[in-house]
């Protein structure tokens, strides 16, 4: 593996490398904002279609300001959750690079949480744009190893660790005209948070969670596993049909294995990723049951990955079911 330390990748960023680096929520693979030949190869190293914007990383809100123009609501939000795992879209200034937002007028920025990110942020000149640090449409990594496993040694990491929170940041864009908060991407801060954040500064304002497709960059499939993954609803854990197991297990061309999430919603999110690539290593085709009570907070930010990254939706009928291939 091609570690490097907090220094060497600063020298790297500085001559226009890309390296990968820890947030608190996945690895990001990072390169300056104000180099194009750094922001092309990123979307290279990732085989990433440029239609798939950039979130910016800043090393603080003055800096974000340069970038960006804020409304109150989004500047409420920033203050409140940076550093850490919020994502605000905003209109962008003219010195935002169309290759990070594909031509777009919007922005995504954030400032992470996690300090070896930040050291390096404030080393450079430039803030830092960073998807995160896989193959397009495959399993974010959440260590330095899954880094490698995606890049080989192609790649240089800082390696900081176990991500804490698991999964991406949750990514917001104010509506001035409808005065209404869209969550473009369900991540680790909820909308109830969200909401009782901006409930303090205006009784009236909306918080509303829109559909993939209206998010650039928010695809059907993403973060699939290398083996088959079947998502059952409707179903109870210690009740699956064995006629279904078998069905399941013979699409899979292997066994299949259950695979059941921690009832904490903070230890699944940390472990999810980890454990869809421990899946993929070991060749292992997996089942996993919703839980009836999954539907708010972290636990729907957790779904909506677990939707993306299954390749069979199994629903339960009256007497039977149905297996969907997405
Ligand atoms: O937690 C995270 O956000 C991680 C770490 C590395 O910071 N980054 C990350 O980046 O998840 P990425 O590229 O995998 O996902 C960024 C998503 C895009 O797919 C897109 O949906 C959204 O952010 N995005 C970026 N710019 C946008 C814009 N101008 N308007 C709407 N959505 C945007
Ligand atoms: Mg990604």
């Not at 864009?173 to 801060?189: D, M, S």
Request: proline share 7%.
């Amino acid at each position: 593996m091609s570690l490097v330390s907090v220094a060497q990748a600063t020298d790297l960023l500085d001559q226009g490398e890309v390296v990968a680096l820890p947030t608190e929520t996945v690895y990001g693979l990072a390169g300056k904002i104000n180099d194009e030949s750094a922001l092309k190869k990123i979307f290279s190293t990732k085989a990433r279609p440029f239609f798939d914007p950039l979130i910016v990383h800043v090393k603080n809100l003055e800096q974000a300001k340069d970038y960006a123009h804020w409304d109150k609501f989004s500047l409420k939000l920033a203050e409140r959750f940076w550093p850490g795992p919020l994502t605000l879209v905003l209109p962008k200034k003219n010195n935002v690079s169309d290759f990070i937002t594909h031509g777009g007028p919007t922005v995504a920025l954030r400032q992470p949480h996690h300090p070896l990110f930040l050291q390096i942020l404030n080393k450079l000149d430039s803030p830092l744009a960073a998807p995160s640090a896989n193959k397009f449409g495959q399993t974010s990594p959440t260590s330095a190893l899954h880094v490698e496993e995606e890049f080989n040694s192609l790649v240089s990491v800082v390696d900081g660790g176990e991500c804490s929170a698991g999964i991406e940041s949750t990514v917001v864009e104010y509506i001035q005209n409808e005065n209404k908060l869209r969550i473009l991407r369900p991540g680790v801060i909820s909308p109830t948070e969200i909401l009782s954040e901006l409930k303090k500064w205006d009784k009236k304002i909306q918080v509303e969670v829109v559909r993939a497709e209206n998010s650039p960059g928010n695809l059907k499939n993403h973060y699939q596993p290398q083996v088959p993954f079947f998502l059952l609803y409707g179903f109870h854990s210690s009740s699956i049909p064995p006629n279904l197991i078998d069905q399941m297990s013979q699409t899979a061309g292997n066994p299949i294995k259950l695979w059941t999430l921690d009832l904490s919603p903070e230890i699944a999110a940390r472990n999810l990723y980890k454990n869809l690539r421990e899946f993929s290593r070991n060749q292992q085709p997996i089942y996993l049951v919703v839980q009836k009570n999954w539907g708010n907070d972290l636990w729907e930010s957790l779904l909506d990955r677990l939707n993306k990254a299954a390749h069979f939706i199994v629903t339960a009928n009256a007497e039977s079911w149905k297996i969907e291939s997405k």
